[in-house]
Nanobody, 124 residues
Framework: VQLQASGGGLVQPGGSLRLSCAASGRSFSTYPMGWFRQAPGKEREVVATISRNGGSTYYTDVVKGRFTISRDNAKNTVYLQMNSLKPEDTAVYYC??????????????????WGQGTHFTVSS
């Protein structure tokens, strides 16, 4: 499967942005999905994950209440709605698909397919 992330750019603190990740292939609905990010000089970290049917989600503590992950299996797309953005949210954001798991893992190593990353900056 190929993943194409989009939606990056420049946004002011407190602003909102929605990232999209479109997947090719017919098996999208069978993959748990995740959004990850990597800031300059830091390791890649999990941001949010979502189960195959969208019924279960996970958020890392620093984005809880601000970010929402969702998916539309009919459109083969996963989204990350980000509100109340902070400068520390600046990073390259990656979407990823887990081919083998039933449940959405928080472990980066579990994900088999990765998008190319989309970058946005939160700055005034």
């Amino acid at each position: 499967v190929q993943l194409q992330a989009s939606g990056g750019g420049l946004v002011q603190p407190g602003g909102s942005l929605r990232l999209s990740c479109a997947a090719s292939g017919r098996s999208f609905s069978t993959y748990p999905m995740g959004w990850f990010r990597q800031a300059p000089g830091k390791e890649r970290e999990v941001v949010a994950t979502i189960s195959r049917n969208g019924g279960s989600t996970y958020y890392t503590d620093v984005v809880k209440g601000r970010f929402t992950i969702s998916r539309d299996n009919a459109k083969n797309t996963v989204y990350l709605q980000m509100n109340s953005l902070k400068p520390e949210d600046t990073a390259v954001y990656y979407c990823a698909a887990d081919r083998d798991s039933i449940y959405a893992s928080r472990r980066i190593e579990s994900y088999d397919y990765w998008g190319q990353g989309t970058h946005f900056t939160v700055s005034s």
